[in-house]
């Protein structure tokens, strides 16, 4: 795996990860003006690590052309953002109503990154959506709802969250499109994480899952039927991982499995969980 960019000592010559645990797309000060900066734990944005990739650049390139010469040959890969800047929204227990209206400047803040790196020279982007959060066993643990309609009748999964989760993914995409037509000579890839999640939860045994109410491999035993719990997350006392993770796709209920990245690795690489798939050759003259 590429090492953290603040890593001492580390080569850089195979790439760099500017990962903050808890990322948002958008900076503190915005969940601060509408009240929510209790619910943001994390130390950094996009933006953070966008100044972090500035800071960088001496010790991978030597001049501007240099630089740019290195980008066009790198692939970066910009998220998954939204899924954080949700859930701080979400823990507070804002209404449903209220999240929907930061969607725009959620996506409007990924944009912004992505032409930030088109400037510094990148041709070669991928984009990921958010995942449907109704399905996972933090959601479906702490949001109870209340009539059995609120559920997907197929998937179990909280339909309002999912929908939260789709008109993102929908206006990023008609965001990564207008920045396809701004910027011609660029390949901005949006991948999918949404798809694959709901293929997991329809048809868990074609993918190697159990066919289970969606359930946290790692977490508190017996408490509950998603495996989560709050007091006794994974890596909590009172917390303990399921025998073969390989056969569930949800870590620990937040995350997923190493299963489960690999097949949607293998969708964003070949198809079909990637538009286009990044090892798709490009049309003669890009």
Not at 62 to 71: A, M, T
Not at 178 to 200: C, N, W
Not at 262 to 272: E, F, R, S
Request: charged share 20%; hydrophobic share 35%.
């Amino acid at each position: 795996m590429p090492p953290p960019s603040k890593a001492h000592n580390a080569s850089f010559r195979r790439g760099a990860n500017f990962a903050i645990t808890g990322a948002t797309s958008v900076d503190p000060s915005f969940f601060e003006a509408h009240g929510l900066g209790g619910t943001v734990w994390n130390s950094g944005s996009l933006h953070t690590q966008l100044r972090w990739f500035d800071e960088l650049k001496p010790s991978i390139c030597s001049s501007p052309k240099d630089c740019r010469d290195l980008f066009r040959r790198s692939l970066f890969i910009v998220g998954e953002f939204g899924g954080n800047d949700y859930a701080s929204s979400l823990a507070a227990f804002r209404p449903l109503e209220e999240v929907h209206t930061f969607v725009p400047h959620i996506v409007n803040s990924i944009g912004k990154g992505i032409e930030k790196l088109i400037a510094e020279g990148a041709v070669e982007l991928v984009v990921p959506g958010v995942l449907p959060n109704g399905c996972f066993p933090l959601y479906l643990a702490i949001f109870r709802r209340q009539q059995p309609e609120m559920y997907g009748p197929r998937t179990g999964c909280i339909k309002d969250l999912n929908t939260l989760s789709w008109v993102h993914n929908a206006m990023l995409r008609r965001k990564i499109a207008e920045l396809r037509k701004k910027h011609s000579g660029v390949r901005i890839m949006y991948a999918d994480y949404y798809t694959p999640v709901l293929q997991f939860v329809l048809h868990a045994e074609k993918w190697g899952f159990l066919r289970q109410t969606p359930r946290a491999c790692c977490g508190a035993p017996g408490v509950g039927e998603h495996n989560f719990n709050l007091t006794h997350k994974c890596g909590d006392p009172g917390g303990h991982a399921c025998d073969d993770p390989s056969n569930h796709w949800s870590w620990d209920g937040v995350h997923l499995t190493e299963a489960a990245h690999g097949h949607i690795a293998k969708g964003w690489l070949y198809g079909p969980f990637a538009d286009p798939p990044i090892l798709q050759t490009r049309p003669v003259g890009q």
